[in-house]
Each structure stands twice: as C-alpha cells, then as structure tokens.
C-alpha cells in the first residue's frame, strides 16, 4: 500500500496494532517528515537543529499517538507538536547563551547570512532575513500560510488562536517584510 | 387436501357484506377534506421586507468573501502583496544529500513500567510531606514536655538548680579557684571582726541575756575560748 493512498485514518488503526505499529509510524514519518521539516527549519535555520527538532517532535508523536483523540486531523495534530517543540528549542537557545530577544533574531540572521549559497543580492535570500525580524508567534503565522498555504481555519487549531487574528497578523507580517524588502 | 384449504383464521361477522360500503365513505369523506382545503385561499400570510431577494445574494457573497478562508493564500498574497507573490518559494537552504532518504528516529524501548496515575502520586508527597511535619510536630513536643520535667524552680529547690543551670556548665577548676578567692574575701572579713577589740565586743552584747548567748553558742558550734570569753565577759 503506497503512502499517499494510506489515509490517516488507516495509519491510526495500524498504529494502535501492536503488530503494524513500527511500520504505520515509519509510514507516518515518510509522509510528513519533509512538510515537518521545512515548518522547522524555517524557524531554526540551521539543518541540525532542524534535524534535533524533527527527531523530538516524531518521538513525541510515538509516545503521544496512541492517546490522540482524533478531535482535530493527523497533519493538524503534528504541525502543532512541530511548532511547540521549535519554540521550546529556541527557548532553550536563549536560556543557555543567556542573551536577549534581539541578539537571539540577529543570531538567526547571522546563521542565514552564513549559509553557503547566501546571496545578498537574490530577494529570497532578503526574504529570509525579513521574516527572522518578524516575533516567533508571527513567523510561523507567516510561514503556515506563506508556505505551506494552510487555510486559516486550520491554522486555528495549530496555533490554536482565532482566524481573525491570524488573518490581521499575516497581513501584518506580509507589511512588515515588504517594507524590510524595499529597505534593504 | 380438503383438511388443508380449510382457512384458519376468523373473520368479523358480515365483514365482506359491509365493506364496500365503508370504502365508499372514507372516500366520501376524504374528498370533503380536500373540498374544505381547497376553499381556504392560498395566499401567504407571512410578510417578506421589501426587495428582500434582490439583496439576497449579493449579502451571502459578502458573508462568504468575510471568511478567512474564502480566499485562496496565493489570491490573498496578490491582494496584500504583489511584491511577495511574486518571489519564488522554492527552499532556499540546502538539505544534505539523501537526508529524507535516509531519516531516522531512533525510540528508546524502555522496559514495561508500571503505570502509577498522577493523582496517585501526588497523593504520595502529599502523605510523605505530612509525615515530616508530624514527626517534627511530635519531636518538638516531646522535648518541649522533657525540658519542662526537668525545670528546676530556683526558689524551691536553689541548691538543685544551682546544681543545674550554674554547677554543671563551670569547670571544678573554676569553682575551686572561685572557693578561693571567696574563702579569701571570707577570711578579710572575719579578720575585721577578729580585729575587733573583747570590750567593743563586751558593749554591743551587754543587752543580750546569757542563756540565750549559750543557745547560740551551742547552735553554732563556737567553742574558742577567745570568743566565749569575749562574748561572755
């Protein structure tokens, strides 16, 4: 059974077998792991925090997936555990360098400016930069939707946050970045 | 055969002989309702705002264009930004070679372990802490009741709690050397009054009578002559 016609649904009742269990988890990995990866890596920047990040979230996936209570989708369910687990991880930079908000953003632009393939003059590149201005919470308002196009209906229940405030805040977001675009 | 087309089920007397009848006026009946019906006027009573359905419409698509999601994230972008809907979304960090390929999570199987509820827990420290504190409570009290048992009252036992309070926490050394020099200031003192001339002594006990002098004497254990004879003559 190839992974894109296995629905979610299917993937559950094969988890809570303890004899499909291994394989619908490795299932659920395939199918999502790289959705999950650039939501985190666009957050962290850099490809081994992602990877650190991305290994957490999916072992909080096995140990939390048997008590999933099917109120909201599977993909809804694993972008919020992908979004906590990155704002923990940058808490957790902050704590442990001991510096403040700003040096943390600069930080994370300073890591996008050492990228190899960084080209100052490509507006992607300037996009980047843009968004790491923008506060955690709006990021990844910006990137859900910017990205991965998530409808706001779901990103409510992601972020678990009303759609008229995310909607404002994306709007917000998308100003902010124009304006960093022009002046940079 | 004739045994098994026999019917066996009962039917009402006269049933057959009546029922055409009965149909025919159910039917009678029935097309009265209908002739009643059809006599009330058709026209409706509720009342409708004035160019409510030339409105109509276009108020559902202002409600549907209000949702969030009624616009698609790419239309919204070019509304809000055309500068941004423009930029190619392509990832613009590297991935190493084959990461996806090769990805991998490794979960630690830990042995079975009990399942302890959290309440069950909670209800653990709480007991624990309040064994603490009673044992501290208890302990107190205990040595609080021990110390009071022990309590000398000075002015009912001083030797005792001299004994206790003064004796006990100075070294013999001390005390000795405390006799000593008390013995010392003793001895200048009853130097004084063995300095004291007989005939001083004669005038101050002149009014005293004499058996009580020997009473005294007897109590006290004096018996140098100096002071007999001083006291006595």
Redesign the interface.
Known sequence: MSLTTTTDAELLVQFRNPVTKERAFTSI?KKY??KL??HV?RMV?E?EDA?DV??NV??RV?NGLENFREDSQLYTWLYRIATNECLTYIEQKKKRSAVSLNDVESGLSNKIKA???FDAN????K??LAIQQLPEKQRIVFNL???D?????EMSRVLETS??A??ASY?HA??K??DY??NH | MATLAQNIYSVPEGYFEGFATEVINRIKAEEAGLEYLSSIPKENPYQVPVGYFGVLAENIMKKIRKH??YQ???E??ES??P??SS??????????ED??EN?E???KSKPETKLISITYRRWLRYAAAAMVIGIITVGSILINNINSRNKINPNDNPQGWVNKNVIKKVSPEVINEFVKLTDEELSMKEGIVTNNKPDDIRELMKDVPVNEIDKFLNETGASEETETDALMN
Do not use: A, C
Not at chain 1, 122 to 125: G, K, V
Not at chain 2, 87 to 96: A, E, F, M, T, W
């Open positions: 990995i792991q790289e990866y650039w890596r920047i490809h990877n991305l290994q999916f072992i096995w990228d190899q393939h490509r507006l992607e590149w996009l980047q939707r910017y990205y196009e998530m409808p706001y209906e759609e008229g995310l909607k709007h998308v100003k970045i124009e675009i022009k | 969030v999601d698609t994230s790419k919204e972008l809000i930004s500068l941004l930029l190619n979304k392509k990832p613009v960090y590297s991935v190493p990461y996806f990805f999570v490794t979960v």
